[in-house]
């Protein structure tokens, strides 16, 4: 999908994002400050909500396995209004996380596409970093075959039992 197949309710989602983002690096940037971090959240949410539509929103919050990712966020989101912002945000961050943590390979696949930024992160210590990100492990380690003993106490190798009995 093309940002230009949108209709215009899904644009202002997307738009609304965007400045959600720029709103909560600002925040960040300065001392976490309460109120951009806020009208950052807000941003977030009303551009997802946007972006979904309301009813695809409401589910996507409240499936059952990303239901501990929006307790959180909206709990960090209420601290944050009640002036514990640095509380908030690692609460918002862990819900965030938990919510949205599942389109981190796309998202690195698609910063990856973007000149420049794929150089910035094939950098050594960067690139350990994403390769944890999505998931992939970069110690090379020896493929050992599962051993199962039985009662005689005979080690049996899993894979030439296999073999054993397909052969029968």
């Known amino acids: 999908m093309v940002f230009w197949d949108l209709n215009d309710s899904q644009r202002m989602g997307a738009g609304l994002i965007g400045f959600a983002f720029f709103f909560i ?4 940037a300065l ?32 499936q059952p396995d990303r239901l501990t990712g929006s307790a959180c966020f909206f709990a960090g ?15 918002e961050i862990i819900g965030f996380y938990k919510l949205f943590g599942g389109f ?32 992939i492990d970069d110690r090379k380690s020896t493929i050992k075959k599962p051993v199962v003993t ?11 039992e296999i073999s054993q009995r397909n052969i029968k």
Do not use: C, H, M
């Not at 039985?150 to 030439?160: D, E, L």
């Open 77 to 91: 989101i209420g601290l944050l209004l009640l002036r514990w912002p640095i509380v908030g945000v690692i609460l």
């Open 150 to 160: 039985t009662n005689s106490a005979k080690i049996v190798n899993i894979g030439q």
């Open 25 to 28: 690096l600002l925040g960040f």
């Open 31 to 62: 001392f976490f400050d309460r109120a951009l971090l806020a009208l950052g959240n807000i941003f977030l949410i009303v551009g997802v909500i946007l972006l979904l539509g309301l009813s695809r929103a409401r589910t996507f919050f409240v």
């Open 104 to 135: 981190i390979p796309v998202i690195i696949s698609v910063i990856r596409s973007i000149p420049g930024f794929g150089f910035v992160l094939s950098l050594p210590y960067i690139s350990t970093l994403i390769k944890k990100l999505e998931g």
